[in-house]
């Protein structure tokens, strides 16, 4: 029923940058947070930032050189990111987490494929 389409993935030369969207479906939704994770391969997926109507938070290894913002009229979240490294390579992924009355789901996309490399 929720569902999570993340796009702007891509090729990226080292040094550049990307920006990448992530639309949520449903109105009248009730969002906690939304955010970002990545995995690359052999490694665990990790935070890259997430934001709540109160706060943003970043992973120290992108904080510098990252913004994490959404348009909550659209339910969409955007990751723009500078300065990118072949360590920034993975599979980038969109979640949310929506409150239904007491009870809360956390949803992920499907992820799009982030290539740092020249």
């Known amino acids: 029923q929720v569902q999570l389409v993340e796009s702007g993935g891509g090729l990226v030369q080292p040094g550049g940058s990307l920006r990448l969207s992530c639309a949520v479906s449903g109105s009248r939704l009730s969002i906690n947070s939304m955010g970002w994770y990545r995995q690359a391969p052999g490694n665990q997926r990790e935070l890259v930032a997430v934001?709540?109507?109160?706060?943003?938070t970043y992973a120290d290894s992108v904080k510098d050189r990252t913004t994490i913002s959404r348009d909550s009229a659209k339910n969409m979240v955007y990751l723009e990111m500078n300065s990118l490294k072949p360590e920034d390579t993975a599979v980038y992924y969109c979640?949310?987490?929506?409150?239904?009355?007491?009870?809360?789901?956390?949803?992920w996309g499907q992820g799009t494929q982030v290539t740092v490399s020249s």
């Open positions: 934001i709540t109507a109160a706060s943003t």
């Open positions: 979640n949310v987490v929506i409150n239904w009355g007491a009870r809360r789901g956390t949803y």
